[in-house]
Nanobody
């Protein structure tokens, strides 16, 4: 069992930055692949970024070049640095963990956090 707790969301102006954190606890959580997803009001949950246990990264086209996913296995924490934020980035951001997954396919991620709200004002 893995528990995930996100933090770092908030209200920011367009063009600004936020760093989201996801603290993981539980057996062998540092060996899991970790992902960030987001869901805006009235929209489907969508993939944002993914990182393997040893640091390989994957991004949705909509955030490539603006967002950076990273992890600190010693702290069991995954980060999402969000730069050049746009109003369309407004959503609840969720952290997810998986031992084996199809990258970006939410149904294949086993564990989920409760989400953190990011609001970008234009």
């Amino acid at each position: 069992q893995v528990q995930l707790v996100e933090s770092g969301g908030g209200l920011v102006q367009a063009g600004g930055s936020l760093r989201l954190s996801c603290a993981a606890s539980g057996r062998a959580s540092s060996t899991y692949a970790m992902g960030w997803f987001r869901q805006a009001p009235g929209k489907e949950r969508e993939f944002v970024a993914d990182i393997t246990w040893n640091g390989s990264t994957y991004y949705a086209d909509s955030v490539k070049g603006r967002f950076t996913i990273s992890r600190d296995n010693a702290k069991n924490t995954v980060y999402l640095q969000c730069n050049s934020l746009k109003s369309e980035d407004t959503a609840v951001y969720y952290c997810a963990a998986a031992r084996a997954r199809r990258i970006g396919v939410s149904e294949t991620y086993e564990y989920w956090g409760q989400g953190t709200q990011v609001t970008v004002s234009s």
